[in-house]
C-alpha cells in the first residue's frame, strides 16, 4: 500500500518561499508519477504540479514561473519549491501518486487519483 507523507506547510509572508517535501514509501517509487494539489477553504482541489520518474513535469497556469517540482528518486522524495508567494496560495496542500502516468496526464486527475497524503497547511499573508 502506497504511503505519503507530506511536511514543510506553514505561515509566510507574500514574496516569501516555502518548500514543501513528500516522502513516498510502500511500492517502487520510480514507477509513479508524483503530484502536488491544493484545496483552499470553500473550493474543490485543484491541480499544482506533476512530475514523472523521468522527470517530466507540468505546472497549472496559476503557478507556472513561481513553482518547481523536483524528485529525488534515491530518496523516494518529491519536493515543491514555492517562491514569490501570494496570499491566493493559501491553501492545504496535498501530494498524490499515480502508477506509471505522464505529468500531463496527471493533472487532469483531481477526482480519480488513487493515494494522497494527509495535507499540509500553507497561509500567506498579505
Known amino acids: 500500500q502506497v504511503q505519503l507523507v507530506e511536511s514543510g506547510g506553514g505561515l509566510v509572508q507574500a514574496g516569501g518561499s516555502l518548500r514543501l517535501s513528500c516522502v513516498f514509501s510502500g511500492r517502487s517509487f520510480i514507477n509513479y508519477a508524483m503530484g502536488w494539489f491544493r484545496q483552499a477553504p470553500g473550493t474543490g482541489r485543484e491541480f499544482v504540479a506533476a512530475?514523472?520518474?523521468?522527470?517530466?513535469?507540468e505546472y497549472s497556469d496559476s503557478v507556472k514561473g513561481r513553482f518547481t517540482i523536483s524528485r529525488d528518486n534515491a530518496k523516494n522524495t518529491v519536493v515543491l519549491q514555492m517562491n514569490s508567494l501570494k496570499p491566493e496560495d493559501t491553501a492545504v496542500y496535498y501530494c498524490g501518486a499515480a502508477l506509471g502516468v505522464s505529468a500531463q496526464r496527471m493533472s487532469g486527475m483531481t477526482s480519480e487519483l488513487p493515494y494522497w497524503g494527509q495535507g499540509t497547511q500553507v497561509t500567506v499573508s498579505s
Open positions: 512530475i514523472t520518474w523521468m522527470s517530466s513535469s
